[in-house]
């Protein structure tokens, strides 16, 4: 089973920038989505981004224009650059994997803290 483990969160102010990774310990079979999700303290788990094997992305609207997902494949690992930080981006952020073969897997990572200050 692939595992995804992600790094780069930590404390920004208002207005900056972070750039998250999320390193698979193996090749993500194609087809596939890999994206982000976060989850606010008390609130649910919600959706970010995400890009396909085929690199469409989807962003959430809360997130366009500030947020780009990306992802090596030869590094097999994805990143979301975040710019322009607001207090409400506060959340753990989460790495996915869904692996769209004969039997759809989906893999979570341990997720990374994203404290923003204001």
């Known amino acids: 089973q692939v595992k995804l483990v992600e790094s780069g969160g930590g404390l920004v102010q208002a207005g900056g920038s972070l750039r998250l990774s999320c390193a698979a310990s193996?090749?993500?079979?194609?087809?596939?989505?890999m994206g982000w999700y976060r989850q606010a303290p008390g609130k649910q788990r919600e959706f970010v981004t995400t890009?396909?094997?085929?690199?469409?992305?989807v962003y959430a609207d809360s997130v366009k224009g500030r947020f780009t997902i990306s992802r090596d494949n030869v590094k097999n690992t994805l990143y979301l650059q975040m710019n322009s930080l607001k207090p409400e981006d506060t959340g753990v952020y989460f790495c996915?994997?869904?692996?769209?073969?004969?039997?759809?897997?989906?893999?979570w990572g341990q997720g990374t803290q994203v404290t923003v200050s204001s």
């Open positions: 996915y994997a869904r692996l769209l073969g004969p039997i759809p897997v989906s893999i």
């Open positions: 890009v396909s094997s085929g690199s469409v992305t």
């Open positions: 193996g090749s993500i079979s194609s087809p596939n989505v």
